[in-house]
């Protein structure tokens, strides 16, 4: 696709569910990233990926995130046992390659906005 | 954790003004970018500035850094209607190995009236 995309863009859920958030970068792009967004407030890094593999995942707050990237294309954020704290907008970004070379511009989707009542 | 810290935190002008925003972080950088946020919206790459350069103009956009004082500022000239936005730095800790582990500031949010 010409850009980031993301699914749902609106996801209400109960306290205590499981959720699933997916992304698929654009098409190429090695790196991928998961950022959170509260209101009010900047992106907070959770995960990076660099083709299949989790190149960081200092970010994820708990073992209760997991994020996947099976085939180097498609990404999906998981959420376990949600609480009404991880209420935020979930954001991913893809690049095309990640050294100090290239441009270092992140191309964001529009983002997962995350409610837990 | 957030390093960069933006100011002001909102910023009313009128079109044709401009508006000048800064940034201030903590630690040492590769590079600094700034990007754009419209409401409800993505965010938008607006412009890199590595930390051996002290100034780069993109459009209507000017961007300083100043890396003795850990501080970077964004001008936008002319402004427009369409400016409005909030806008965030996000800095590249120097020695990551993390490219995309940009830490962000929690934005400046400028509405530009006609």
């Known amino acids: 696709g010409a850009g980031v995309s993301q699914t749902p863009s609106n996801k209400v859920t109960e306290k205590g569910k499981y959720v699933e958030l997916r992304c698929d970068p654009i098409?190429?792009?090695?790196?991928l990233y998961w950022y959170r967004q509260s209101l009010g407030q900047g992106p907070e890094f959770l995960i990076y990926?660099?083709?299949?593999?989790?190149?960081?995942d200092s970010g994820l707050p708990n073992d209760r995130f997991f994020a996947v990237r099976p085939e180097g294309s498609v990404s999906t954020l998981k959420i376990q046992r949600t609480e009404r704290g991880d209420s935020a907008v979930y954001l991913c970004?893809?690049?095309?390659?990640?050294?100090?070379?290239?441009?270092?511009?992140?191309?964001f989707g529009e983002g997962s906005r995350l409610t837990v009542l | 954790s957030q390093q960069g810290e933006e100011d002001p935190q909102a910023l009313s002008i009128q079109e044709g003004e401009n508006a000048t925003m800064n940034c201030s972080y903590k630690?040492?950088?590769?590079?600094l970018q700034w990007y754009r946020q419209n409401s409800g919206r993505g965010l938008v790459h607006l412009i890199l500035?590595?930390?051996?350069?002290r100034e780069k103009h993109s459009g209507r956009l000017r961007v300083t850094l100043d890396t003795s004082k850990k501080s970077s500022s964004l001008l936008i000239t002319a402004s427009r209607a369409a400016d409005t936005a909030s806008y965030f730095c996000?800095?590249?800790?120097?020695?990551?190995?993390?490219?995309?582990?940009?830490?962000f500031g929690a934005g400046t949010q400028v509405v530009v009236t006609p």
């Open positions: 970004a893809s690049s095309l390659k990640t050294s100090a070379s290239n441009t270092g511009e992140l191309f």
């Open positions: 098409s190429g792009h090695t790196a």
């Open positions: 990926f660099q083709g299949t593999g989790a190149a960081d």
């Open positions: 630690t040492s950088i590769n590079n």
């Open positions: 500035i590595r930390s051996n350069e």
């Open positions: 996000a800095t590249a800790p120097r020695g990551t190995d993390s490219w995309g582990k940009f830490q």
